[in-house]
């Protein structure tokens, strides 16, 4: 009886965490979709497959080779989307996908192109850093306390710190479930934007190259959310910019709040909508496209998330019953078993 017990629990515990893997196709603006599926975001030779440093999918690629910016044979979309400070950008899954089930941090690049149709991008900088937004459990450290989790697209704010000009976004979601063993599962796409409007001479922060955003041995990547930890106090790749937006803290605590980096040269004042309502792609404002005088905090869609669809490829199939202190295991196994 006691060892039924303690089955079912684990098992309930590692049923939620079945999960459909994922790519982005659809741009969209303010919460609306723009243009059709790869008009404004490229398309690539990936499917849904996931990126990864080891064990890696047949057919996929890693993180240490060009093809990382924008994910495998991306080519030129036929569109570039003008956009303003203030702007909600998001990319969203593609597939019929709707609701990103894998733990872990979401985070958008830009790297400045003269033409992003074309151009590979160079030098790339952090706009937006998505955390936790929920406090205080190891259990659903390993799910729904990730601010993207059971959303259905990665997005930012477009920062006033960015000059006018043609720009790749690049939108990843990082899967940590296998991160533990190397097998961190990074999910990307580029949208092919151009900033108007902005008054911004220059970028201000940091920017880094891709490939060699990542390394293997990051601790942002090399992370186990199997333990007691509640808390990601490490995050992938460089700062986020000044004028940039951070979701969500290490902890969670302070919940679905997003800050905006201080400084840079026409970031204004920091902001802090922490208590700001949350809005959907119905509501009223979201449609709002003209630019707000003021650096806009985004206003994160946290709406309680939709049951996934499911979907052809999952990471872990058939939930099975196992203790946790297997989990490491299992999450091996799945992610072994994942290739199809
Ligand atoms: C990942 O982290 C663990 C624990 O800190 C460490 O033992 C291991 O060597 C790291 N892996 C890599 C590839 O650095
Ligand atoms: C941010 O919010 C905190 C708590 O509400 C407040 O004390 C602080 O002044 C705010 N900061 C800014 C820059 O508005
Ligand atoms: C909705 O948007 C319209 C048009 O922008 C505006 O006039 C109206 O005040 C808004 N309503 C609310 C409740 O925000
Ligand atoms: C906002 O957009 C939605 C979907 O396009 C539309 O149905 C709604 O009427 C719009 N609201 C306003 C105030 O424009
Ligand atoms: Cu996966």
Not at 79 to 97: E, H, N, Y
Not at 167 to 173: C, D, I, K, N, T
Not at 253 to 270: E, F, I, L, Q
Request: hydrophobic content about 35%; charged content about 15%; some cysteine.
């Amino acid at each position: 009886m006691q060892t039924t017990g303690i089955i079912t629990a684990v098992f309930l515990g590692m049923a939620s965490f079945t999960s459909a893997h994922y790519t982005f196709d659809q741009l969209l603006v303010n919460g609306n979709p723009v243009g059709k599926a790869n008009t404004y975001i490229r398309k690539h030779q990936n499917s849904y497959l996931p990126i990864k440093f080891k064990q890696v999918p047949e057919g996929s690629i890693t993180p240490t080779v060009a093809d990382f910016a924008c994910n495998k044979g991306a080519v030129g979309a036929g569109d570039v989307i003008q956009v303003k400070a203030g702007d909600k950008i998001g990319l969203k899954q593609a597939f019929g996908a709707d609701g990103m089930l894998h733990p872990g941090p979401s985070q958008l690049y830009v790297s400045p192109v003269s033409n992003a149709k074309t151009d590979k991008g160079e030098d790339w900088f952090k706009i937006h850093q998505s955390l936790i937004c929920k406090q205080g459990s190891a259990e659903s450290f390993r799910t729904d306390a990730w601010c993207s989790w059971g959303e259905n697209n990665v997005f930012a704010t477009i920062p006033s710190t960015l000059p006018n000009g043609q720009y790749l976004l690049r939108g990843e979601q990082i899967g940590l479930h296998g991160a533990h063993d190397g097998q961190a599962e990074f999910y990307l796409a580029c949208a092919q934007i151009e900033v108007t409007g902005s008054s911004a001479t220059s970028i201000p922060g940091t920017s880094a190259k891709i490939p060699g955003i990542y390394q293997v041995a990051d601790k942002a990547v090399n992370f186990s959310v199997w333990g007691k930890s509640t808390s990601y106090d490490v995050a992938p790749g460089p700062d986020v910019i000044p004028g940039g937006t951070i979701r969500g803290t290490p902890s969670g605590a302070g919940g679905d709040k997003t800050v905006t980096v201080a400084g840079g040269t026409s970031a204004g004042t920091p902001t802090n909508n922490s208590g700001a309502q949350n809005s959907d792609s119905s509501s009223n404002s979201s449609n709002n496209s003209s630019p707000s005088d003021k650096v806009v905090a985004q206003q994160p869609q946290s709406t309680a998330p939709a049951a996934p669809a499911a979907t052809k490829s999952t990471c872990n199939r058939r939930p099975r019953s196992i203790p946790r202190r297997a989990a490491e295991k299992l999450v091996g196994e799945m992610v072994e078993s994942q290739v199809n």
